[in-house]
């Protein structure tokens, strides 16, 4: 099957290719070029929107054809038809014309598009210098040819060194939200395959790290040879690297290597434990075993004086063994989870294994934006999605206000008239549950959507901007009359430390802030982030009773799993939210729950856990 993310970079590489052909035509004041300007817009658009769609384009052209690619929202006619030609032959000859057309090898240098370096630069480099690829631009910044090139500088081509290099080292791995439905539905069709037992991707992904270099699958069969022949000529695999009894290698069409490894039931336990890895917490686990007189291994743990094996077929037995508790994938980082999970500990010392949060406990989403500004979907829609889709029970809905200006912000006024309008919303919605709940009495239906939850509210918010000098672009007295208040940086990103880590403590201690969204900026692979001191930031946050932000969507995830440790440490409250622009984006919440296990939080850490009144009492 064809990935969305493999249609999703051939649109990108449309954009690019688009682009960089209109360099050459930029003098012409043709009238086509504010139609050039739509059309790499609308490519990007696209490609955007199905990156984060949850059903595979692939499949609903399958089922509904043209038809069903052009109901996708923002989706055009002329794009789908390319996206139609892409999924039937496998290459959109318009893309190849394009190509033909430059020795500008596109592929390697869309990729660099996100952190600032685009068409523009590279054509400058390409005619100046006939730079024609990423080696050779890295290779000329390193030899100082770059800086003489008109438009350019030392501290442009310094800038444009550092940014390849930091590319080079991230760009082997895979955002974990990107791959995680192919990974997924991979996962199904290897565990319906007859006489599998079990399947199950390890490594990385089961311990939900944010980016992964590569899949790795486990398989609980008698048969092997079955099971790596199915892996071996998915649609998905672009070339079988390597064979092994027990062990088949290939890579994806995207790029990504996958590993399979088939094991019998016996050992399926350490296999598990094994390939969850990591690395790091494995060796910690065989330092233990050793201090036992035990031998651990993907095969099991051994008794070293006679050889005799164990425990081999559940995990649960393998830390047994060692003496531990079970502990979850997400904590197994050698980050001291060993030392929790003893049972055998001091009488006093009842230092325990914290209980994670669990996937299914968000009661409510803090971070939602709507059609008011940059969202994709009106305020009741967004609701009505949150409640009957993903079952949560209240969503605030925190739009963007006026002084950020490219999503449309609300000023005073348009903020207060959309907390009346949510407050009218809320009484409608209350009415029509009722409504039918009335009609389901009478009728004896029992709707599953009913039973989640018959109060669904909206709460009303903001997702204001914090000023250079920390204050904020709306007043206090307009802000206390909203449920809940999100404060975020949005603009002089590249400040020193103090600067930016002052801005977001001067938001902390306003008492109308509830919430610091986006505490770090980040965009995973794209771009670093303003420079915090977080350990100042918690430090503040917990003094003032400010909650900071597991923002979840998969490309930001900006509080890293160390960043929420350590908060947690500190006992500072998080809120995990989705930044819903579309109620697809409500799906992502599963990467932010998977970020907090990550850095140990308990469902008392997270305020979102809590009913609406609960978390509206816990502000401070
Ligand atoms: P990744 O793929 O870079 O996102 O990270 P992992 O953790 O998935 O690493 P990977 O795919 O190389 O290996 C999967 C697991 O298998 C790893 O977490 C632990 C185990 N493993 C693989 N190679 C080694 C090794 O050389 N030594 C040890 N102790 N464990 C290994
Ligand atoms: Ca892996
Ligand atoms: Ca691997
Ligand atoms: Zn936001």
């Avoid at 790596?228 to 064979?243: I, R, T």
């Avoid at 938001?507 to 969204?517: K, L």
């Avoid at 303003?530 to 003032?544: F, H």
């Avoid at 440790?565 to 990467?591: C, E, P, R, W």
Wanted: charged residues 30%; glycine residues 6%; proline residues 3%.
């Amino acid at each position: 099957m064809i990935s969305n993310a493999a249609i999703s970079r051939i649109l990108r590489q449309i954009a690019y290719l688009i682009e960089l052909e209109a360099q050459d035509n930029n003098k012409e004041a043709d009238k086509n070029k504010s139609n050039t300007v739509f059309k790499i817009r609308a490519y990007r658009r696209t490609a955007d929107i199905i990156e984060n769609l949850s059903s595979n384009v692939e499949e609903v052209y399958n089922k509904q054809k043209l038809k069903g690619l052009i109901a996708i929202p923002s989706i055009g006619k002329a794009i789908a038809l390319k996206i139609e030609e892409y999924i039937t032959t496998g290459k959109i000859e318009y893309a190849e014309e394009l190509k033909k057309r430059t020795t500008i090898n596109v592929e390697e240098f869309y990729h660099l598009e996100g952190v600032g370096i685009g068409p523009k630069t590279v054509k400058a480099l390409h005619d100046s210098l006939g730079l024609n690829n990423l080696t050779d631009v890295e290779r000329a910044a390193m030899e100082g040819k770059i800086r003489s090139v008109p438009g350019f500088s030392y501290k442009k081509e310094e800038s444009i060194l550092k940014k390849i290099q930091s590319f080079k080292k991230d760009s082997g791995r895979y955002l974990l939200g990107d791959v995680y439905p192919l990974v997924k539905q991979i996962e199904v069709r290897l565990s319906n395959i007859k006489g599998v037992k079990n399947a199950i991707a390890v490594g990385s992904f089961r311990r939900m790290k944010e980016t992964l270099g590569d899949i790795d699958y486990l398989v609980v069969s008698d048969t092997p040879e079955i099971i790596m022949d199915y892996f071996a000529s998915m649609p998905e695999v672009d070339q079988v690297v390597g064979k092994g009894p027990s062990k088949t290698f290939v890579k994806l069409n995207n790029g990504m290597d996958a590993d399979l490894l088939v094991v019998p039931e016996e050992s399926f336990g350490s296999a598990l434990q094994y390939f969850t890895g990591s690395k790091e917490h494995d060796v910690a686990l065989r330092k233990i075993a050793i201090s036992k007189g035990l031998r651990l291994n993907e095969w099991g743990v051994y008794d070293d004086n006679n050889n005799r094996l164990i425990a081999s077929s559940k995990e649960e037995e393998v830390y047994d063994i060692l003496g531990l508790e079970w502990i979850p994938p997400e904590m197994r980082e050698n980050k001291g989870e060993t030392d929790l999970a003893k049972k055998e500990r001091p009488k006093d010392g009842q230092i325990k294994l914290p209980d994670l949060v669990d996937y299914n406990s968000l009661k409510g989403d803090l971070q939602v934006h709507s059609s008011d500004t940059d969202g994709m979907m009106s305020i009741k829609d967004i609701a009505l999605a949150a409640k009957e889709k993903f079952g949560l029970e209240y969503i605030v809905i925190t739009d963007h206000t006026k002084n950020l200006a490219l999503a449309h912000g609300l000023d005073e006024n348009h903020l207060l008239d959309q907390a009346n309008k949510i407050s009218e919303l809320n009484d409608k919605l209350k009415n029509d549950f009722e409504y039918n709940n009335e009609k389901e009495r009478n009728t004896g239906i029992d709707s599953c959507i009913s039973n989640i939850s018959n109060n669904f509210r909206i709460l009303s918010g903001a997702e204001v901007n914090i000023m250079k000098d920390g204050s904020l672009d709306i007043p206090s007295n307009i802000l206390d009359k909203l449920d809940v208040v999100g404060a975020a940086i949005h603009s002089n990103f590249s400040q020193p430390v103090e600067v930016q880590t002052n801005r977001l403590i001067k938001a902390s201690q306003n008492p109308s802030v509830d919430i610091i969204f986006h505490p770090t900026g980040r965009i995973i692979n794209k771009r670093d982030g303003y420079p915090v001191n977080m350990e100042r930031l918690i430090n503040v946050a917990k003094d003032t009773g400010t909650i900071l932000e597991v923002d979840a969507h998969y490309n930001r995830l900006d509080l890293k799993d160390d960043h929420i440790q350590m908060a947690v440490q500190n006992g500072v409250k998080l809120a995990i939210d989705s930044d819903a622009h579309h109620y697809i984006h409500f799906a992502f919440l599963t990467f932010g729950i998977g970020q907090a296990r990550r850095g140990w939080a308990k469902q008392s850490d997270v305020v979102n856990t809590l009913s609406a009144d609960k978390m509206m009492n816990s502000l401070k």
